[in-house]
């Protein structure tokens, strides 16, 4: 199945005033678990205070990370980095509408292709890496990318069963991945052939949440690719699955997995 068209979708009914958006923004941050770890992993290296930090998020999507962090990091300045020209279009328009367009910028860019030597105190790339085949480029980039000591944090599906692959006759669940997952051991090594110290990978997405997941996410999905309509039923479903499915994202994010389908990884510029 290919989730772009269905991330499109749902963006256009989003996107189409800022409230909307950030109505969006905030069902995404609380029903997507790797949100749940991606905040507790910035703010674990970078309290909120008074520093001007300099912050790329890597492949920004829809851009609900950039506003979270321009939310908690008052004082930063954010580059926004995406392949897609309409997606970069459309998150400066939102910036600008918030007033925050004067710190944070999205730019269209490919990320075998983006470094700025000595730029960045955090690069955050969350769901990128399954997409771009040439990863050693994209790794080498950010290293380049950091100041010295700065730090990189890497949300990525896991081979223990990332894109819901669990055999090697099972196909990912979403078709644009050109890889079904890492190992924490190659991506560990990768990591530290280009550069980085201290790096820390962990499982995110263990037995709680990769049934959280699929009730939040693989299922809804599905519902959308058969008919339209379904975006009728989807508000009435989420009311029944929501209680639930906060309850194993919290277990999820206070358990340490010995496996999970994802993978939350840290790193430092040597």
């Keep these: 199945m290919h989730y772009d068209p269905i991330k499109e979708q749902l963006g256009k009914i989003f996107n189409r005033n800022p409230l909307l958006r950030k109505l969006f923004y905030l069902l995404l941050d609380i029903l997507l678990l790797r949100s749940w770890h991606v905040h507790k992993a910035v703010l ?17 999507g829809f851009g609900q990370y950039t506003w979270w962090m321009a939310k908690k990091f008052m004082t930063a300045t954010i580059t926004a980095a995406d392949i897609k020209a309409g997606q970069v279009t459309d998150c400066n328009n939102f ?38 085949t040439d990863d050693i480029t994209v790794f080498k980039n950010f290293n380049a990318s950091l100041v010295n000591g700065g730090r990189l944090i890497i949300s990525t599906p896991s081979d223990k069963g990332g894109s819901d692959v669990h055999g090697d006759a099972d196909e990912s669940f979403i078709g644009e991945h050109v890889r079904d997952g890492y190992s924490v051991e190659d991506i560990t090594a990768k990591l530290s052939a280009c550069g ?39 508000p009435f479903y989420y009311i029944v699955i929501m209680p639930i499915c906060l309850i194993l994202n919290y277990l999820d994010l206070t358990i340490s997995h010995r496996q999970g389908t994802g993978l939350l990884v840290t790193a430092v510029k040597g």
């Design 95 to 132: 910036f600008s509408q918030c007033k925050i367009s004067d710190r944070v910028k999205a730019i269209e860019a490919d990320l075998t292709q983006l470094s700025v030597a000595g730029s960045f105190d955090l690069i955050l790339c969350v769901d990128v890496m399954e997409h771009i």
């Design 196 to 234: 980085f110290k201290e790096v820390n990978a962990s499982y995110t997405y263990g037995t709680p949440g990769s049934l959280a997941w699929k009730l939040s996410m693989k299922f809804p999905v599905i519902m959308l690719s058969w008919s339209r309509i379904m975006f009728l039923v989807l």
């Design 44 to 60: 674990k290296g970078f309290a909120p205070s008074g520093k001007k930090l300099n912050i790329l998020d890597a492949g920004m």
